[in-house]
């Protein structure tokens, strides 16, 4: 089956898990009510700082438009790894992956891919070498002139001095242009034989400019915003910052919205797209798919952490294997109610929700439930193979891979 779906139910006591630039709780809107609700790039956003993803996933992408804090980046890394670089050819390399004259704009980087595009260019016959090298001199110095000109108080004679290289510049970059193009093509084509890094390979990337010698990958990962699957009312938080060596009032007064509640989390992962976009690697597919599921059930937003303390853990996953991506969103549209606890009619809504769908639309899906608090009502007839159950979240990372 090409899909995997995540279904996480997960508690957090009275925090402000994400908000807005006005400092306000995300809410949204579903089934008439209001729900506190946590953004998709929020959530993705922590889990991709995680000590967890940089252990297990590996190198995260660097997302940006700030190419020359990037080179820096990469030439910090390359000093603490103990490599001499070359910052001409880097320089080189940095123009062919995002072209300097080219209008900025935010792509994801990795330091490996850097690092590989540098290796390729090193290896490049000298003539070559030689070109794209002085086809950055060229840019560079243009850079200048072109800064030169902008200033206001320049003389006539500078000025028309700088016009007359400018014009002089500009066909010595067009003809250099042309031959760099046999470079791009070989290190953009070093670069795809390669696999893509973890990271690319599940969030994406997109490249707006086709002269790039990144290119754009479709994500295998989409993740939902989480929602609460019941109603909630925000609250506020009169907090003030006392001054130690005064006796009486406050250093600061402010206020913040925070909220509580059981969230519904979704995520949907393509199986055969991420083995694509891995070079073909099912395994290493199966095993980011574990690893991803892990985070969802371990992983919160940590904004307001030192206040609020949300180190919560799921307290109910359920992990299906389908033949298209499907949310159970609509198990909630109606919101829950209680007298006592949101977790447990939250899973009774879930599994109904599920079951009846799966009937209804024929689909043959398997699934495994984790819920070490509350258990599950799923897999208890034991002549039904497509529901399992487990006690650890190691099963059912396993029962993925």
């Given at each position: ?150 200033d206001k108080n320049i003389s006539k004679e500078k000025k028309e001095e700088l016009d007359k290289e400018n014009k002089k510049i500009e066909p010595q970059i067009k003809t250099l242009q042309t031959e760099r ?85 979704y995520a949907s992962i393509n199986t055969e797209l991420l083995a694509e976009n891995l070079d073909k690697d099912s395994d290493q ?117």
């Open positions: 089956m090409r899909y995997i779906n995540i279904h996480v139910l997960i508690a957090h006591s009275a925090s402000c898990l994400n908000r807005d630039d006005m400092q306000m709780q995300k809410t949204a809107m579903l089934g008439g009510v209001r729900r506190t609700r946590v953004s998709s790039q929020s959530l993705k956003y922590w889990m991709r700082h995680s000590d967890y993803y940089q252990s297990e996933v590996g190198e995260k992408s660097i997302r940006t438009r700030e190419y020359s804090e990037l080179k820096s980046r990469f030439l910090e890394k390359a000093k603490l790894d103990g490599n001499d670089i070359d910052e001409l050819a880097l320089d080189s390399v940095m123009d062919i992956l995002c072209p300097t004259d080219a209008k900025p704009a935010v792509a994801a980087f990795t330091l490996y891919e850097i690092r590989k595009a540098y290796e390729i260019f090193q290896e490049m016959p000298s003539k070559s070498i030689k070109i794209a090298q002085d086809l950055i001199k060229l840019k560079q110095r243009k850079g200048k002139v072109s800064e030169e000109l902008k193009t046999k470079i791009e093509k070989k290190i953009k084509e070093g670069l795809n034989k390669s696999p893509a890094p973890a990271d690319i390979a599940l969030s994406g990337r997109f490249i707006a400019n086709k002269g790039w010698g990144l290119s754009s990958m479709d994500a295998a990962m989409s993740i939902a915003h989480s929602i609460t699957t019941h109603s909630t009312d925000t609250e506020i938080d009169w907090f003030t910052a006392t001054d130690d060596l005064v006796e009486e009032g406050a250093a600061h007064l402010q206020g913040a919205e925070f909220s509580s509640g059981t969230f519904y989390r597919a199966m095993e980011l798919c574990g690893h991803v599921a892990y985070m969802l059930a371990t992983i919160s937003p940590g904004a307001k952490a030192s206040t609020y303390g949300q180190h919560d853990l799921a307290s109910y996953q359920m992990i299906v294997r389908s033949d298209i991506p499907i949310s159970l969103s609509g198990a909630f549209e109606k919101p829950v109610t209680t007298k006592g606890g949101y977790m447990e009619p939250s899973i009774e809504a879930l599994e109904n929700f599920w079951v009846k769908q799966n009937q209804a639309y024929g689909l043959k899906e398997k699934a495994i439930v984790f819920s070490p608090h509350y258990g599950t009502k799923l897999g208890t007839n034991s002549k039904d193979n497509s529901i399992s159950t487990s006690d650890s979240i190691a099963g059912v990372m396993e029962w993925i891979k």
